[in-house]
């Protein structure tokens, strides 16, 4: 394409260079004026109280925090037990001391049935290189096969026998009545006579056996059975197990249990409440040595498995075991009455204070149902006469699982520790606690419109509002239905189908004296009239121009019917309102007009720049923050504790340096608290904030000053390959809509688009957008494709991943040529474009092209209001410190498929929380469209890149809205997000999921590039960026920078997601029994998740619609609750995507957007 083509036509210039001419130039004395305001601005600014006492607040949160965990961790410790008991006992089993360890000698079955005689034998009971092996063996292999069921007598008397009958002592086979020989020999060991205590701590390093029905126990009993027979004076069970391997139906040797038995007899025995069973996922207690160990106070009683941190079994002597077990009145076949064993005591340990010793045991079988009838091939049934003898004959089903080493088969001890009394410790000092949430259930009750509009209307007659003999005043209510009841139900429906378009929840048409009266003071041709407040009221033609009428004024007069409209978002401030401009409508024609109001606009002058009005700042933010930081370090603090209390426990420091890891959690975890906080204060806290202005927010227009000179905006959109007619032309007739609306108001503007598809695309495709370009008065600059071949023989590269900054940078240079050719050069518009095209490579342009002092920033795909423009330059006018004005924007469907749909819901849902969030006193984000910008600012953040081009926008990074915004922030400015235009900004969204998968890929991205170098570059230029660093030392707010954080941390926590809880799938399931206190399971980290962002938020989000009149409760409960399995689908599945685009950046893989 030729120069004189890459020009556009010769008559678009001169066109445009008499545009430029008629435009007052800046001077640079105007400019350095200019600068000094700006410099006072920003002094003043630090000067503010009320901005300290913002950036204060936090400080009140944190300090307090930390104190409360320093007390928690103190209070955690100085609970622990002081070390002041003794240890009594302790066997190492150098030898077996058979004067400590007394066995049990019994041919009886001890009440459970079991199948083994016990015996003082070596073969059975041996120390063998420094472990005590209680092992079982066959009988038979001592006796013979037969006698065990024919014609043999046992008689363990000379043995020692410790029965207390005959029958335990002595036993004879006999095949007529199935009487056998116990079939197994093996021991039982206790220590009644030698060891025993009252409150203490037992500890048991042992191994436990392998072969189906070996039953191996660990357990105490009372010494003296001060309350009577077993159970009365109670059991404690330390561990209690079986040999058969993994996937026996009650746990085999992956398994044991750990509890007490306790009751009135034994019908009664309560065992199933306070006993615990506790489980190996992978291994199992046979394979390796275990310790098992016991604590028990006055208190309370527990066990635990390899770390006193690992609690089994734990019971609170919080109340009396007999109310504890809520035993019936009567039992028995007798009916006895059940009286209480252990009141007498009045301690509600009972039987749990008395003396217990130490027993160890390994039995065999049993018919007392501790082995399931029917189950794993079990060979005898618990009520058979014949059950022993049917276990024997089975042998072979079960005697090859056995180990044939005997020091494998049995169970084995390593060590036995007991230590004597010790200091109470309150159970709350414990660590195994759960955490319950209650919850609030609520219900809303909605009224029927027809009794709404009928209050209203008669609350507006009692007021004076609407005379009582008026017959056209009116109200009119939105409904469920999205169309609108009128009241009296007689009058005219002209207002109903007008307000349909108007989309205001309820309006209130009012006829008065004072409405004829002050129309015929105002001047005919005045579009305002302002009231003895300051406020003014619009005034147009007629009703048929309401949808010309400026919504967010909530009212105008109607010079054609003599009517007062006033209209509201909320049935809640609608009298208020009506009342306010019917009381300011009597004031004036009270006094009336002395002349009529000029609503044209004087020259301004630079050095005038002052706040009309101080805003205020809003502190809810920073209470939220406030309170999540809290929140934060007392969670952290707990932790802390957690470490600190089990390392005290089990003298294992090394833990500690997990401690290191809190900058890390900090990062993934931070925006977990403000979101719950959030929810919390969305429920419950203020929301008047949100519909008034503060100093980062604009619920409300502003005045519009009368000696305002209109800054030229300049509407700058980024293009690539969009189709013309289907995407770029809509937009451009609504900005044209808007643009007519502000030049009808004093104002210019120009359109400046930045295509860098224009070189990419066909030849006829762009000579038609240069046709329409040229049609539509719009000014465009264009750069090469990506990597062409120039005359110098030279590539020309397209900075970046994305390409969008590269674009905006170029045209803004190629514009900026132009004004300072004029402004200081003194050249003509035409020869300034000329050298301006001429100085970049490869540039092609067009129209008018000039930077105004604001640049509206939008999207190729955008609609705008109508009358937008005016409000942005008044609020810039009114606050120079601010560089952004970010609108809260309303998706735009195209498709209207379920895909485009939840996509929508998601952005309504995030601009609607922005909006809260900001409104509550939180600098606004910086999205990249819908904003606008002040040319000045952009100038103050200007850099140069490597190649010595000034750049406006990051090239470096995916995300140069966001580094914009912090480098804007962090030179004094603000971001401003404004929500008085409602949904009149719209955007278009993602059409595909892998658009929007690229989109969380973009920023997932960026927010890598502006916090951490890639890895290669840590040695040299340390982990963090220059920008990021700067962000952390600035002037910020505190709070700021902790949202930002956890904005940024978001990312990293959701791409960490599928790696996290892989690795913790492989922790949990290979290491589960290891894994310390302080570790977090995935499951519980799903559970937290689910009720902050499922049920929390949702629930929240739904009360904070229904709040601000947005919907109705159930309505916009169903609507959150129908998109949640969308969300958890998609969210489920992005966890890998952004984790890709992370990872490329830190590694430094050129990851790309865009075809270029």
């Not at 008499?18 to 130039?25: A, E, F, G, L």
């Not at 130490?358 to 039995?363: E, Y």
């Not at 849902?909 to 910086?926: K, L, Q, V, W």
């Amino acid at each position: 394409m030729n120069e004189t083509s890459s020009l556009s036509s010769q008559s678009s210039i001169r066109s445009t260079a008499t545009m430029q001419n008629r435009r007052k130039v800046e001077s640079k004395e105007n400019e350095e004026k200019r600068r000094l305001e700006m410099r006072k601005w920003r002094q003043e600014r630090q000067n503010d109280p009320a901005l300290r006492w913002l950036k204060l607040m936090p400080l009140f949160g944190i300090i307090p925090s930390i104190v409360i965990v320093g007390i928690i961790i103190w209070r955690g410790i100085a609970d622990l037990p002081k070390n002041n008991f003794c240890l009594k006992f302790q066997d190492d089993f150098d030898t077996f001391n058979l004067d400590i360890w007394k066995h049990e000698i019994q041919v009886g079955g001890f009440g459970n049935g079991e199948f083994d005689m016990t015996v003082n034998s070596r073969e059975n009971s041996y120390v063998k290189d420094g472990i005590l092996h209680l092992v079982p063996t066959l009988t038979s292999e001592k006796i013979g096969e037969k006698q065990i069921f024919n014609n043999f007598t046992v008689n363990l008397i000379g043995q020692g026998c410790t029965g207390d009958t005959f029958e335990k002592c002595v036993r004879t086979s006999n095949s007529t009545n199935s009487s056998v020989i116990p079939p197994i020999q093996s021991v039982r060991i206790n220590t009644k006579n030698t060891v025993s205590l009252k409150y203490g701590k037992v500890e048991i390093r042992a191994k436990m056996p392998k072969g189906d029905w070996i039953w191996p126990a660990i357990w105490m009993l009372p010494k003296d059975s001060k309350y009577g027979p077993w159970p009365l004076s109670g059991e404690i069970d330390i561990m209690e197990s079986r040999g058969n391997s993994r996937g026996y139906v009650l746990g085999g040797n992956e398994k044991f249990s750990s509890g007490l038995h306790w009751g009135p007899n034994p019908g009664l025995d309560r065992y199933l409440m306070t006993t615990t069973q506790y489980s190996k996922r992978l291994s199992s207690y046979s394979e390796d040595f275990h310790t098992f160990g016991l604590e028990w106070t006055e208190k309370y009683i527990l066990t635990w498995v390899d770390s006193p941190t690992r609690v089994v079994a734990y019971t609170a002597f919080d109340k009396p075991f007999f109310k504890r077990g809520y035993f019936p009145q009567y039992f028995g076949f007798n009916m006895s009455t059940v009286v209480d064993p252990w009141s007498q005591t009045g301690n509600p340990a009972t039987p749990f204070d008395e003396e217990f010793f130490l027993v160890l045991n390994v039995a065999v079988g049993g018919t007392n149902g501790y082995f399931l009838d029917g189950s794993n091939g079990k060979p005898w049934v618990d009520k058979a006469p014949s059950a022993e003898s049917d276990f024997i004959k089975a042998k072979d089903t079960w005697l090859p699982t056995w180990d044939k080493n005997p020091d494998n088969r049995g169970m084995s001890i390593d060590w036995i520790k007991v230590w004597d009394k010790y200091l109470n410790m309150d159970s709350s000092s414990l660590e195994l606690r759960n955490l319950r949430s209650r919850r609030k259930s609520i219900n809303v009750i909605p009224y029927r419109y027809q009794l709404m509009l009928d209050r209203l209307y008669t609350q507006c007659v009692s007021e004076g509002v609407i005379p009582k003999d008026d017959t056209e005043s009116c109200v009119v209510l939105k409904t469920d239905s999205n169309k609108y009841a009128i009241y009296p139900s007689n009058r005219d429906n002209e207002l109903v189908n007008l307000l349909s378009g108007f989309n205001v929840e309820v309006a209130i048409l009012v006829k008065s004296l004072n409405t004829e009266a002050i129309l015929d003071l105002i001047p005919i041709g005045n579009d305002y009239v302002e009231l003895l407040d300051n406020s003014t009221v619009q005034v147009l033609p007629s009703l048929s121009m309401l949808h010309r009428a400026r919504k967010h004024q909530w009212g105008s007069l109607f010079r054609q019917e003599g009517v007062l409209v006033i209209w509201s978002e909320h049935v809640d401030d609608i009298i208020e309102k009506t009342i306010k401009y019917e009381k300011s409508i009597f004031d004036i024609v009270a006094q009336g007009l002395d002349q009529a109001i000029d609503l044209t606009y004087k020259e301004f002058d630079v050095e005038k720049i002052s706040l009309e009005k101080k805003r205020p700042y809003v502190f809810v933010t920073s209470i939220i923050s406030t309170l999540a930081m809290s929140l934060m370090v007392i969670l952290f603090g707990l932790g802390a504790k957690t470490l600190v209390i089990v390392s005290m426990i089990d003298n294992y420091w090394q833990r500690l340096c997990l401690m290191l890891l809190l900058p890390l959690q900090l990062l993934f975890t931070s925006f977990v608290p403000v979101a719950c906080v959030s929810s919390i204060f969305q429920i419950v806290g203020p929301i008047k904030q949100i519909s008034q202005n503060s100093v980062y927010y604009s619920g409300k227009p502003p005045k519009r000053s009368e000696d305002l000179q209109l800054a030229h905006i300049t509407i700058q959109i980024a293009v690539y390959t969009e189709g013309l007619h289907s995407v770029i032309d809509p937009t451009i007739k609504s900005l044209k809509a808007a643009m007519s609306t502000y030049e009808r108001q004093g104002g210019t503007s120009n359109i400046f688009i930045n295509d860098d598809g224009m070189q990419v695309i066909s030849k006829e495709d762009a000579l038609e957008r240069q046709d329409y370009y040229r049609n539509h008065s719009i000014g465009w600059v264009s750069r090469p494709k990506h990597n062409k071949i120039m005359e110098n023989g030279e590539k020309f590269i397209r900075a970046g991943r994305f390409k969008k900054a590269s674009n905006l940078n170029y045209c803004l240079r190629v514009a900026k040529s132009i004004d300072d050719g004029i402004k200081f050069d003194g050249l003509t518009y035409e020869e300034s474009f000329i050298n301006a095209v001429k100085s970049e490579v490869g540039c092609q342009a067009g129209g008018e092209i000039t930077i105004g002092d604001i640049i509206l920033q939008l999207d190729a795909d955008t609609r705008v209001p109508e009358d937008c423009f005016l409000d942005a330059v008044s609020e810039m006018n009114e606050s120079p410190e601010v560089a952004i004005l970010q609108h809260q924007a309303a998706p735009m469907l195209v498709a209207f498929n379920y895909w485009e749909n939840g996509i929508a819901h998601f952005t309504k849902m995030i601009y609607f929380a922005i909006r809260y969030i900001c409104g509550s006193g939180e600098t606004s984000p910086f999205v990249g469209h819908n904003a606008f910008l002040r040319w000045s600012a952009m100038n103050e953040v200007v850099f140069q890149n490597e190649q010595g081009q000034y750049c406006y926008w990051s090239e470096s990074h995916v995300s140069e809205d966001f580094d914009m915004s912090l480098r804007l922030q962090v030179n004094g400015f603000i971001v401003r997000y404004i929500t008085y235009c409602g949904d009149g900004f719209q955007e278009g969204v993602s059409l595909t999921v892998d658009d929007e998968v690229k989109r969380w890929q973009k920023y997932a991205y960026g927010c890598s590039e502006l916090m951490f170098h890639p890895l290669k570059y840590w040695l040299t230029r340390g982990p963090f960026t220059k920008l990021f660093r700067n962000f952390i030392f600035s002037n910020m707010n505190l709070y700021s920078k902790f949202n930002i954080l956890g904005y940024i941390g978001s990312y990293y926590a959701i791409g960490a997601a599928w790696i996290m809880t892989l690795i913790n799938y492989w922790i949990t399931g290979y290491f589960m029994e290891e894994l310390d206190a302080y570790y977090l399971i995935s499951f519980n980290v799903l559970v937290t998740t689910l009720f902050v962002f499922t049920f929390l938020s949702t629930l929240a989000f739904t009360i904070f619609r229904y709040r601000t009149s947005s919907t109705t409760f159930f309505a916009g409960l169903w609507e959150n609750v129908s998109w949640l399995p969308f969300y958890a689908v998609f969210f489920s599945g992005i966890s890998y995507h952004v984790s890709v685009a992370l990872v490329s950046h830190l590694v430094g893989y050129d990851m790309q957007w865009s075809v270029c």
